[in-house]
Every structure is written in structure tokens, then in C-alpha cells.
């Protein structure tokens, strides 16, 4: 397992290295694990005047899997657009051809009272949202403001979604709900969208390779609130960029607590990135306060779907799972009669219980 470690700014140093005690954990019990540093973001500015340096798109290249701390700084705030920290992270996606994202809402009941809707909504969720990541309106092209004639701008941009594009992440969907609860829920506006009218109809197509699987379909406007008005009904979702977008930082507040929540992004062999999905927090930056959960759990998703090994992705869950038990929190997730911890100490704990 060839792994490139790329902790990034703020708070990505101090998560990531939890991270890699457990990987390194996993490497002291036999797993052939190789891990090399290099840098991305402001990081990545700072010792080559570019936040995607090549030697680091080229480790990240020839590893198996990425993981990734966080990107961004005040003090890159006003370098000019291409130098910015979140180009590198926009860059590597690219690079790497990463069109999966898979972000699961996963609420464990220890955590229940951390969600701001009502616990017997959200106890036991545990959905998973898949957002195509590289075409859609953001990527579409005519797009711009130009002027009319008569003399008032007008903004643009194209929606589109090719056959290829949507029947390779629906395929992606299909093979996670096989492994989970064999629900996949379609997320689009077909009733309005040309572009999503093919979508369903791909979506559909596809479905048809995988019987076992339930596909039903839902416009994004009704998964919206769905999501808030009873969650635990959906299993996989799966959707276009911008919906996606939207809804999984919707479902992501589900769990209350974003220090939580891992990410994956997966090309079409199964390589991914993989990283929290907060930010890179420089408000507690160097305070060793941060959660470092989040990206924990992402190293368990690297097992589950770079490495196919459910049986360390569960290891690594359930480490996690008892050190809640054990009711350690960090200062983001701490409740009266809880004992605060700091993000090392966390880290520890973790690799104690696994
Ligand atoms: P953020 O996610 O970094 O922080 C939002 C809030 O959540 C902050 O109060 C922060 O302290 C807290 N928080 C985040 N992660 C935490 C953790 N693990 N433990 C405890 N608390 C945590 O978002 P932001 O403040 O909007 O952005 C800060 C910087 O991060 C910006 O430069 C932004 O561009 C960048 N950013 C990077 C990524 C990424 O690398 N994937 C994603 C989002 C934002």
C-alpha cells in the first residue's frame, strides 16, 4: 500500500499525523503500508511557489492512495488566484481524474445529542452521499457575463452531463449499495432539466446490471427537505456536482460535529483521495485541539475502497466507536461529564483501541 501523506496548512499537520500513527499501527501488525510526505496548499507555495508543486502531483500519481490534511491560511488570502491554496486541491482532483466524491453521514449514537434536529430523527443515520465531481455546471462550457444590447450584463453558465460521465458514477453507486443496504436514491431535476432528464434515464439503464439493488428516483428540491424531515430512509445517494454540492453539506450537519466526517474521491480504478471534510481551521491551528477523527476515518474509507479491506476499515471504525465509548472527546464534540482531550491524546487513544 504505497500511500502519499499530504498534510497540508493549518490544523492538516496535526490531524494527519494521528492519522498516520494509525497507519503506522497497522504497519507494526504486518500491512505492507509505505508512506511518503510531500506538500499541497499554501504548504506547497511556501517550498516550491506553487500549491500543487510537481513532485507532488507525480508521488501522488504513482502512490495507491492519497491522504490529505487541508488547505488554505490567512496569509494566502491575498496571493493572486492560481497561487491560492485551493488550487492545488482543485488541481489534484483534476489530476487525478477524481470524479467519485463519496461522503458519508455517519452518526454515532454516542455523538446523538451533537446533531441539531431531534435525536430519534437522526440516531443511527447512516447514509452515503455520492457527488459527481467533475463535469456539471461548474466544469460546462460556454460560460461567462456578457453584455446585451441593451447595455445591462448577463451571467451564464452551461449545465452538462454526458452518457459516459453519468453511467460511470452511477455505476460507482451501485457497487457501494451492493455493500451497504442495496438503496440507491437518484437525485435530480428531471422535471425542469434537459440534462437531467438523461441522467435519469442513464441512471435507470444502468440499474439494470444490478437487480439486487433498489433504485428509486427523487427531485433534489424533495431530497432537500427529505433529508431533514427523515433522513434514515435514504442508504446511498447519488447525484450530479452542483446537487450534490449542496445536499452533502446539508446531510453533513446532520451529525452536528464536522470534525467527524471523512471523504473519498475515486477515480475509475479505485484510487482516491482521501481527506476530512473540513478545513484547514487556522483559528485553532497549533493548539492541539483539533479533531482529528475525521481524518482517521478517512484512512478507514482508504482500507474499505482503495484497498478493499473491509475488515481493517471496520478495525479502524471501531477503534474510533470505543474511544467515544470511552467518552474522550476533543473540545468540538465535549459534553458536560466527557474528559476533553487534546488532538494527540486523541490520536493516541484511537490507535490504543485498535
Ligand atoms: P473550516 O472547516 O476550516 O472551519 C470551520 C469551523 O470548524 C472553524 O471554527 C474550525 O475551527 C472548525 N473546525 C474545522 N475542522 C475542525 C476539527 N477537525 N476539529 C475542530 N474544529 C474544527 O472552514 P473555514 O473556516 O471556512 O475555512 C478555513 C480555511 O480552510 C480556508 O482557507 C478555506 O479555504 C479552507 N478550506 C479547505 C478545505 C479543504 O482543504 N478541503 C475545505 C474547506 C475550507
Redesign the pocket.
Known sequence: MKIAVLP?????PE?VAQAAKVLEALRSDGLKIELEYAHI?GAGYDAAGDPLPDATLKLAQQSDAVL???????Q??TLARPLR??QG?LRIRKGLNLFANLRPALLYPELASASTLRSEVVSGLDIMILRELTGDIYFGQPRGIRNLENGERQGFDTMLYSESEIRRVAHVGFQIAMKRNKKVCSVDKANVLDTSMLWREIVTEVAKEYPAVELSHMYVDNAAMQLVRAPKQFDVIVTGNIFGDILSDEASMLTGS??MLPSASLDANNKGLY??????????AGKN???????ILSVAMMMRYTFAREDIAQRIEGAVRKTLQKSLR???IAEAGMQKVGTDAMGDAVVAAL
Open positions: 497540508g496548512d493549518g490544523i492538516g490531524i496548499g490529505l490534511g487541508a488547505v488554505g491560511g490567512y494566502y488570502d491554496p485551493e486541491l464536522i470534525g481527506e476530512p471534510c473540513h478545513g484547514s481551521a487556522p483559528d485553532i485541539i483539533a479533531n482529528p477523527l475525521a481524518t476533543t473540545a468540538d
